[in-house]
């Protein structure tokens, strides 16, 4: 549903209405009030009574919507219109039922990317995604994805977990277990529903990442080429953190049109390539967990579906966190690749 132009006669009141988290109901004085800061989706709403004002802010999912229009004696009336209002925009979703903790975290993300928050949580629990990686960029992009709701997450990571793995997501009561036992462990952590069992031909990955070498192993891009399956290639290369080319097979331009641009330009790319091939890099926490969360919310724009192609589309994402900058850096298909893309 397109939240911009609201048919409030079609509003459902939620079950149990709750601000979407980190919303505020601000003052403004002379019965405004204003949710919400960003000019993007934030409300400002005149002539609300104190008692209306107070229920708003009260809003935290623990509560019936019933209950709470019936325990105003007065603005009964008001306080159904404005939660119908905001639920319309997005701003008011509802919590359900369950006790279950930790709650996903889909928090503002609806609101940006236009779809109600409700069944953006329903779509993220039955997506499964793949991490491959024996860093601690996989362990890090595991942690965030567990946390914000996706169902299932196939860790692929091995060997056994070091000293120089933690910092990410890893406990040193982990240091010795085999990496993909532990991951497993972290991601229930995050997020006690996911599921980390492994996905075979029967359940395709809607996406695969693969982490932590600077240049994927061959045969692994090679196979999910051949199988069609999106995938996104994250690593931190000396130091700045790059995400994408986002690769969906036939469409966006692949790792082989970025090879081939490469060498282009340098007739030795070939050769360094192959001796990076599947190598882990070492990097600073502080570029693994800016590099995690750039990848994370490129994973999240794939899984939302959107008439609005992810900034990794033909493109990687540079993130220099010493610098503060992001810089996006385009990747075109290549003529000579064949991959289909255009
Ligand atoms: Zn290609």
Redesign the pocket.
């Known amino acids: 549903m397109n939240l911009r132009e609201p048919d409030l006669r079609s509003i459902i009141l939620p079950a149990f209405p709750t601000l979407l988290p980190g919303l505020d109901v601000l003052e403004r004085g002379n019965g405004e009030i204003q949710i919400g800061l960003d000019p993007a989706h934030a409300v400002v709403i005149a002539g609300v009574a104190a008692e209306v004002a107070e229920a708003l802010r009260g809003l935290d999912g623990n509560r019936a919507s019933d209950d709470i229009v019936l325990a105003q004696n007065e603005h009964d009336e008001q306080l159904r219109d404005l939660m119908t209002d905001l639920t319309a925009r997005g701003l008011v979703t509802d919590a359900g039922q369950s006790e279950r903790h930790p709650r996903p975290e889909t928090g503002l993300w609806s609101l940006r990317a236009r779809h109600h928050q409700a069944a953006m949580t329903a779509r993220r629990k039955r997506t499964a995604v793949a991490i491959h990686g024996d860093g601690r960029l996989a362990v890090a992009i595991a942690v965030l994805l567990a946390n914000s709701g996706v169902g299932h997450i196939d860790v692929r990571a091995s060997g056994t977990v070091r000293e120089g793995d933690l910092g990410s997501g890893y406990t040193e009561a982990e240091i010795g277990m085999p990496r993909r036992e532990a991951m497993a462990q972290v991601v229930h952590r995050a997020g006690a529903d996911t599921a980390t069992t492994r996905l075979y031909s029967d359940r395709r990955p809607e996406l695969v990442l693969l982490t932590d070498a600077v240049v994927p192993a061959p045969e692994v891009v090679d196979e999910l080429?051949r199988d069609g399956v999106n995938h996104l290639p994250v690593r931190v290369r000396d130091g700045v953190g790059i995400v994408g080319p986002l690769?969906v097979p036939g469409r966006s331009?692949?790792?082989?049109?970025?090879d081939?641009h490469r060498a282009g330009r340098d007739d030795s790319w070939p050769r360094v390539a192959s001796q990076l091939a599947g190598r882990v890099q070492q990097p600073d926490l502080g570029a693994v967990q800016a590099c995690a969360a750039l990848a994370a919310a490129q994973a999240l724009r794939l899984l939302s579906p959107s008439d609005q192609a992810p900034p990794s589309w033909n493109a990687t994402l540079e993130i220099d966190f010493f610098d503060g900058t992001i810089r996006h850096r385009d990747w075109p298909?290549?003529t000579g690749?064949?991959?289909?893309?255009r």
């Open positions: 080429v690769v331009s692949c790792l082989r049109c970025a081939l298909p290549h690749c064949g991959c289909g893309a």
